[in-house]
Each structure stands twice: as C-alpha cells, then as structure tokens.
C-alpha cells in the first residue's frame, strides 16, 4: 500500500488551540453547525474541573449533534495526560461500529500543541489516526492591545542590566507555542478591531511563525469548515518544524504558572449588575478567564457567561426545570498565587 493510500485509510484529527477566550468553542460550534453530514466527534479539554465548554456544545441544538460524540476530559491538560486519557480516549472513538469521519480535538487554553501532536507517534494510533491539522485561534482585540507580547527592547536592556533575570512571561510562551504549531492560524473577532489593528497583529503572527502558514480573517469563528478540516498536514511527521520554548526541555512541561477553580454562584438579582461585578472583580485581580453559569431572579432561561480579561460575553442559553437549583458555578483561571477567598467572596454574592 503507498503512503498516500495509508494516510486515507487513518481517520484525519484537527487540532484547535488557542490562548483562554480566543473563541475556540464558538468555532467549533460553526463547524458542527455546517458539517453537511459529516460525522465529526468532539474531544473537548479543559484547565478546570467543571466542563463548560462540552456543557455548551452540548447545548447547540445543531441537528445531528450527538451528546456521545462530545467527549469532555476535565482532569487536565491534554498534554500533561497521554497515556491515562487521550490515548484510551481517541481509541475507544476507533473502535465504535460506525467510527467518526473526522475528529476535532479543542485544547484547554493552556495547553502547549507540540507535546500532544507528539502522542500521535504512539503505534496504537499512528496506524490509525494522523493530525489532519492545528488551526490556531488568536483573540484579535487581546493581542492588539499587547496582552500576550513583551516589548523585546525592554527585555533586552533589563536583561542586559542584570544577566540572571529570568524574564520569560509565560502567558506569551504559550500564546507563540501555539503558533509555532499551527499549520492555519484564524486571527478572530476582528469586528473588534479597526483595519490597521488586524493588519498589525496578522504581521506580528506572521513574524512569529518561521513558515508559511495562512491566516484568516474571522468573526465570531465563522470560518468555513471547508477551509479548516482536510488541510492534510501530517504534522506528526512535521515536528522539526514545529519548534517550542520547551524543546530544550525535552517537551515537557508544568502549568505550575496557572491554577484554577470553580466558584458556586447563588441566583443573581440582575444581569447588568452581576457582569459588572464580573468586570471588577477580574480587574482587581488579574483573573486571565471566567466562565460559567448563573440563574436570575424572574428568568426562567440560564445565563451562558464567557470572559476574558475584563471583557464578558453572555446570553440566556437554555430553559431550567422548574425543579432546578437557582444556582450556578463559574471556571475562574488565573496565574498562580490568585486570593481564591476573596474572589469566592465576592461572586457568593447576590
């Protein structure tokens, strides 16, 4: 059998990253929405106990949607857990009686690309499966306002002030990680942004990664499922051009630079007044992402809240039983050292 013929046989595998917030779910949501009879599973990951993005694909009412084709892991990064987790999990999608013509894994936030595309090398899977593709989603609005970028001449001259100074910023290790990754980067929420922004943050992604890769333009992730599944990349066969900050480390890492935890949220008396309470509260204490569920008083539908940095999302998303607990719970992720009391504190209000 030639290669060519071998690689058909394997189900193909995209790999969507993206730093926390860039609108990875909503882009999956829009690929599930325009699959014209594919059969697509869903392997979602998040940095966090509680599933919220699953619950939220889950929750798409996009016909042909199935809850068994969603698959939640919630134990930690995909990357960190190969063989307790992705492993059993992508076999058992393998081995169903009608398996998935495509599989689409979207990563937790924090996840760095390369030490998972690796595990495609594994001879369980690497028979079976190949990475179609990583397709990158960059929050436009973010990085425009240099939330992921160090200013490389400051850098340079405390560096040179003073040699043994580590001043690695983690949060932009990830965020280049994930686009030296990349083998298509969706440069998003660019409704956000004026022209010259975009223009700017596509020549910086451009910089960065030290191949050609395509960018595009997107709102809301609506990108044509055309454009991201089928790119037919191979990249576990293309590490050596995929570099990353740890590959000195031999690939390994720690989110010891990140925690999380879920917050309990009783019923709110408004939603201007909760969201701005949100918006606070992750000014006050440099919370990276929230994101979550809460009930409002006289609102038979539950609040879907999504926020990164001060910038929040939401929307009534489904009806609640009448039987329900009026309660909700919101991911609260930041880097180490977060004052978990008071954040708690704060959002047990009502």
Known sequence: MTPSATARARVPVTVITGFLGAGKTTLLRHVLANAKGQRIAIVVNEFGTLGIDGDTLR???VEGCRDEDIVEL?????????????????????DREAPPDHI????????????????????????????DGVVTVVDGPAVAAGRFADDPDEVARQQAA??????????AEVYEDQLLSADLVVLNKTDLMTPAQADAVEASIRAEIPRVVKV????????????????????????EARPSHHDAEGGEHEHDDFESFVAPIPEQDSVEGFIARLKTLAGQHDILRMKGYATVRGKAMRLAVQGVGSRFRHQFDRALSPDA?????????????????????TLAQA
Not at 105 to 126: C, M, N, V, Y
Not at 228 to 236: N, R, S, V
Not at 330 to 336: A, D, F, P, T
């Open 74 to 94: 919630t134990n930690g990064c995909l990357c960190c857990t190969v063989a307790d987790d992705f492993l059993p999990t992508m076999e058992a999608l393998l």
């Open 59 to 61: 929750a798409c009412g």
């Open 325 to 345: 607990p009026r309660t909700g719970s919101l991911v609260v992720i930041g880097q180490k050292g977060m004052d978990q009391s008071a954040i708690t504190a």
């Open 104 to 131: 689409v894994i979207e990563t937790s936030g924090l996840a760095l690309p390369k030490p998972l595309l690796k595990a495609f090398g594994w001879p369980t899977i690497r028979t079976r499966m190949t990475v």
């Open 162 to 171: 003073d040699p043994s100074l580590d001043h690695d910023n983690p949060l």
């Open 216 to 239: 595009v333009r997107a709102t809301d992730g609506q990108v044509d499922p055309a454009i991201l599944l089928g790119l037919d990349a191979a990249a576990e066969d293309d590490l």
